[in-house]
């Protein structure tokens, strides 16, 4: 059974620095990865799309690579600001599957 | 509206009665995923429709929740005898397709309470 794993559980960073948010996966076949982000009592907000041909993905400050070897990826915030504060979810879709495994997020806060 | 609507936002039921929660995707997107999340958890796959027929419902956790798409764009999730454990928020994405592994763009989600 496909199991996600994000570390860490929560952060909490002075505005400014730069983060990295992981993501791993019990079974390293994975077809394609999104990250999103969830704000308080919302739905989430898709960041980037790793799809099957593609290794990583960039959108302005954000970077997402996936190593498909060690069913590992990562999600690099440059500059980190108060609005980035949220909570940070992978998911991600094995080969011949249309189910989508999310894990438990990252709570992240930035302080002004 | 562009993106994805849930109605209705909230949803407060007895323990037994049925609900029925809708899902509008974006125009155009044949792939429709219901997700339910509860606290401090990550969303848990239900069902996948590819057009009007239920491709993986594997999610579903058992044979009160049915899910329908009639015309291949609105959803309905019914959920007969509601539980208590029922209680989470049900999320809707819907993408433009299925291959080569479409973006999911999520709704707001619809807060069900059982009490």
């Known amino acids: 059974k496909q199991e996600v794993t994000q570390i860490p559980a929560a952060l909490s960073v002075p505005e400014g620095e730069n983060l990295v948010l992981n993501c791993s996966f019990t079974?390293?076949?994975?077809?394609?990865l999104q990250w999103f982000r969830q704000d308080p009592g919302k739905g989430l907000t898709s960041l980037l799309l790793?799809?099957?041909?593609?290794r990583e993905q960039t959108s302005g400050r954000l970077n997402a690579s996936l190593d498909k070897s060690s069913g590992r990826s990562t999600l690099y915030i440059a500059a980190s600001q108060p609005g980035d504060s949220a909570t940070y979810l992978c998911?991600?879709?094995?080969?011949?599957?249309?189910?989508?495994?999310f894990g438990t997020g990252t709570r992240l806060k930035v302080l002004a | 509206g562009a993106g994805v609507s849930q109605t209705p936002s909230n949803k407060v039921t007895e323990k037994g009665k049925y609900v029925e929660l809708r899902c509008d995707p974006i125009?155009?997107?044949?792939?429709l995923y219901w997700y339910r999340q509860s606290l401090g958890q990550g969303p848990e796959f239900l069902i996948y429709?590819?057009?009007?027929?239920?491709?993986?419902d594997s999610g579903l956790p058992n044979d009160r929740f049915f899910a329908v798409r009639p015309e291949g764009s609105v959803s309905t999730l019914k959920i007969q005898r509601t539980e208590r454990g029922d209680s989470a928020v049900y999320l809707c994405?819907?993408?433009?397709?299925?291959?080569?592994?479409?973006?999911?763009?999520f709704g707001p989600g619809t807060r069900l309470t059982v009490l």
């Open positions: 994405a819907s993408s433009l397709a299925n291959s080569p592994g479409g973006e999911q763009f």
């Open positions: 079974d390293s076949a994975i077809y394609n």
């Open positions: 790793i799809q099957s041909s593609q």
């Open positions: 998911a991600g879709r094995g080969s011949g599957t249309y189910k989508y495994i």
């Open positions: 125009s155009g997107h044949t792939a």
């Open positions: 429709f590819q057009g009007t027929g239920a491709a993986d």
